[in-house]
């Protein structure tokens, strides 16, 4: 059975492990307290993993990224990607601010000392940008990792092909390790249900739903509205021809395979048949796929703000544009593999002087809404990399 069990996909496995620890949580509520130690080990092993996932696979991204292309297009193309990603922040900001979420939080209310003012989060985020680069990793302070990372993949970048691809397999090795971790998930989250739906009951389930429909709708507002404006500035002419063909053909696929990655070939197909050149679409399609994360965007957005309303934190529109920005620079360095942005969570979090632990448990409670949540995000993430580079061909031709 348990060899059966192994076989299933990720999604199947999250969601029987769902379903048995609502049922543990409700036949047997006296047993669930015995399950926290799954949890538990669960959010100990991603928050021990989730700093190096960091610091690795960002400075290995900007490293290896390819410069001076003489490809005219993959410039316009890479600025749509980052405006596609800001202005899916900024969306993910607006829908929190009309229906804010909250979250169930193991809290130590007395270990808190969340920031007072916009001065004192600036004042914090630039002493966690110059922090020691070990003790940034030793502390999970994901600020200073994430400048590190930036400053030496920058440094990087002109280095010999021999270090260059050591980073690329250091890079994959630590993706390795996070698809180990990840395959664990199910029994994780078996024991974060049991022991949440045992406390709480019917609230845990309202909270995730509610939280799972700002998500998607968001998405949703990102791939219907979002994107077919900055389409149609462009390209002069109406937008949902081409939005909905690549919906259809890229993102439907993208959002059972749930991976960017995986969905690069049927990119590449769809480009070349909607008349993208093959040296723009070579360089675009896979680029997109690594760096244009606008479904990450949103999540981390969303439950950042999620996180910052159940610990009270005040939060005016300054920060929260200060936190689009922090949210689109962090998806770029999203991990390939499936919930590989809820990773990212915490490099927002300590924006807002969030502590790792507390993170780590919002970390976790995406893995359980992930089987909706990532599917979706991904089909955003791969339809737009096709959808931008046809718009930016079109437009320029």
């Known amino acids: 059975m348990f060899s059966a069990f192994t076989r299933l996909s990720l999604v199947t ?40 996932l960091v610091f690795v696979l960002v400075l290995s991204s900007i490293a290896n990224f390819k410069v001076g292309s003489s490809n005219a297009y993959i410039k316009p193309i890479m600025l749509m990607y980052a405006l596609g990603m800001f202005f899916a922040a900024l969306s993910a900001v ?45 502390e999970a302070n994901f600020i200073g990792i994430l400048a590190w990372a930036v400053a030496l993949g920058i440094a990087f970048r002109h280095a010999s092909d021999t270090t260059k691809s050591f980073l690329s397999d250091a890079a994959e090795a630590v993706n390795k390790v996070i698809r180990l971790v990840i395959n664990f998930a199910p029994i994780g989250i078996f024991g974060l249900v049991a022991v949440t739906f045992a406390d709480s009951g019917l609230k845990t389930l309202v909270s995730y739903a509610h939280l799972l429909a700002v998500l998607i709708g968001t998405m949703f507002f990102v791939a219907l509205v979002i994107n077919p404006m900055m389409v149609a500035f462009m390209t002069r002419s109406n937008p949902f021809p081409l939005v909905f063909q690549c919906l259809r053909e890229s993102g439907i696929t993208a959002f059972f395979t749930r991976s960017s990655a995986a969905n690069i ?37 969303v439950l950042t703000l999620a996180t910052v309303n159940t610990l009270g934190i005040s939060v005016d529109f300054t920060t929260m544009l200060i936190l689009s920005v922090v949210a689109t620079v962090s998806s770029c360095g999203a991990s390939g593999v499936a919930g590989g942005s809820l ?26 809404i992930s089987v909706l949540q990532d599917s979706t995000e991904t089909a955003l993430n791969s339809s737009t990399d096709v959808l931008f580079t046809a718009a930016v061909d079109r437009g320029l031709r």
């Open 94 to 138: 607006i829908a929190s601010i009309f229906f804010p979420s909250t979250l169930i939080l193991d809290v130590a209310a007395e270990n808190l000392v969340p920031p007072g003012s916009l001065a004192e989060i600036l004042k914090n985020l630039l002493l966690s940008f110059v922090a020691n680069p070990v003790t940034a990793i030793s």
């Open 13 to 52: 496995r999250i969601i029987i492990a769902i379903i048995l620890g609502v049922l543990v949580a409700v036949v047997a509520p006296g047993v669930a307290p015995y399950l926290s130690l799954l949890g538990d080990l669960f959010i100990k092993a991603l928050k021990s993993v989730a700093p190096i």
């Open 265 to 301: 070939p049927v990119n590449l197909d769809l480009a070349k048949r909607l008349g993208v050149p093959e040296s723009t679409a070579s360089v675009a399609i896979p680029l997109g796929a690594a760096i244009n994360m606008a479904g990450a965007s949103v999540t981390i957005t």
């Open 343 to 368: 990773l990212l969570i915490p490099v927002a979090c300590g924006l807002f002087g969030i502590s790792s632990d507390i993170a780590m448990q919002v970390v976790a409670i995406g893995m359980v």
